[in-house]
Structure formats: C-alpha cells, structure tokens
C-alpha cells in the first residue's frame, strides 16, 4: 500500500488533486467565516474548527461511499423533458439554500442592528448549534463537488483521503486569517455574501445540466476582490492624512 504511494504518478496525482481541493473549498471556507463570524468572539474558533472537521468527515464519508456516489447520476425523475438525477436535485437543494442564506445574512448586514443580534446570539445557546447545523447541510453539497472531482482524477482511494486530509488542514490553518478579515471589512463580507450567490446559480445550474466553468466564477471574485483591496488601501491612506492633518493643525 505504502509503495503504491511513493511513485512519481502517485505524487503528482496527490499534489494536483489537494490543489484543486483547496481551490474548490474556498466557497466553503467563505461560507464558514460569514456563519461563524454571528456567533460570541469566544465560540468563533471553536465553530471554525467543528464546521471545517465537519467538511473533512463529510468528504472521507461520500468516499467512502463511491457505489453510492456513482448511482447519484442515474435519472430519478424527468421535469420538462430534463433529466433530474440524485446529484442534481442535491445541487438544486444546496443552490437554493445558499441563495436564501446569502440574502437573508445581506438584509441581516441592511437592517438589523449587529448588537442587538450578538446580545441575542449570547443568550441563545442554540446559535452554536444551529451554525453547525447550517456548517453540516451546505458541507454535503460542496463536498459533493469536490468528492466527484477526486474521483474523476484519481483512482486510488487512499491517495483521495490524504488529499482531503491535507485539504482541509490547510483550510483550517487560513480559516482565521480570512474569517479576521471578513469581519474587519464589511465591503468585503457583501463581496463574499456576493460570490456565495454567484456560486448558488452556479450549483443550480449544475443540477440543471447547463455547465457554468468555475473558472469564471473564481476570475470574477478575484477581480472583485483586488478592486475592493485598493478602495480599502485607498480608504486607509486618506484616514492617515486626516489624522496627520490635525495633529499637525493641534501643535
């Protein structure tokens, strides 16, 4: 077993399919950082933690499960002359919950008083349990995703488990940092609230038959991103001179 993974082939596939692991739990890990950031400061890492283990459980269970995995494509029913199989109607299902998190967390961030809502979330000790749970539900889906891709790319299963494994402890190392950051700009929480939705149409899509390439989706938040990355700059910059500007003005 250990000799089938020392060759050249074995690495290569190891090192590519963590990659695209990685890349592919990036909507995971933004979904994560916006649910735990509602939660007390002193719960954050701890739902952090339990949602991106949960991920890693969820993927090594579909793995495990590859007849089950490979049945998921046959037709269930037909709607309008479409095809609907299992893995469809789990896209369609996890588009729209994504969808409808994504707005309501975006009308959250409008209208309602953030400190009213931690106070709420303090005397709650449902709010902990109810993220996981929404953490769990969206994991399947993305899992799926990902789980379908090692399976396309790899045929040796214990070199998909150490991708996921590798993955998702790499994921865990940057899920702060990032979470940090979300919660630090609010531009950037509506970006990723923004993207969350993009990648809703996207899994709907997917179920539906109509093949959007991520790529897109991936270009059109980095580009997003490195926009809002120079307003901030920008934004940051200007405070320093007002605040040099009256020291200056006080001596």
Request: avoid cysteine; charged fraction near 20%; charge should be neutral.
């Amino acid at each position: 077993m250990i000799e089938s993974l020392l060759n050249a082939e074995a690495l290569m596939a190891l090192v590519t399919l963590t990659a695209l692991e990685i890349v592919l739990g990036i909507d995971n890990i933004i979904f994560i950082a916006i649910l735990v950031g509602r939660l007390p400061a002193h719960q954050r890492d701890r739902a952090r933690i339990f949602g991106l283990a949960l991920a890693m459980l969820t993927r090594i269970m579909l793995l495990l499960s590859l007849f089950w995995i490979m049945k998921l494509t046959a037709p269930l029913f037909t709607v309008f002359a479409q095809e609907i199989s299992g893995r469809d109607l789990i896209l369609i299902i996890g588009g729209l919950f994504l969808l409808a998190k994504s707005t309501m967390e975006i009308h959250h961030d409008v209208e309602e008083d953030p400190e009213e809502e931690t106070k709420e979330l303090k005397k709650s000790a449902r709010g902990f349990l109810n993220t996981l749970i929404q953490i769990a539900v969206l994991d399947i889906v993305f899992s799926l995703d990902s789980v379908i891709t090692a399976v396309g790319m790899a045929n040796n299963i214990i070199i998909m488990i150490l991708a996921v494994v590798i993955a998702v402890g790499v994921m865990m190392f940057a899920s702060k940092a990032i979470s940090d950051f979300i919660d630090a700009n609010p531009t950037i929480k509506m970006l990723a609230l923004s993207f969350l939705i993009l990648v809703g149409v996207t899994l709907i899509a997917e179920g539906l038959d109509l093949h959007i390439s991520k790529a897109y989706v991936y270009f059109a938040m980095a580009f997003s991103l490195a926009v809002e990355s120079i307003n901030i700059y920008s934004r940051k910059k200007k405070a320093k001179r007002s605040i040099s500007k009256a020291v200056k003005k006080e001596a």
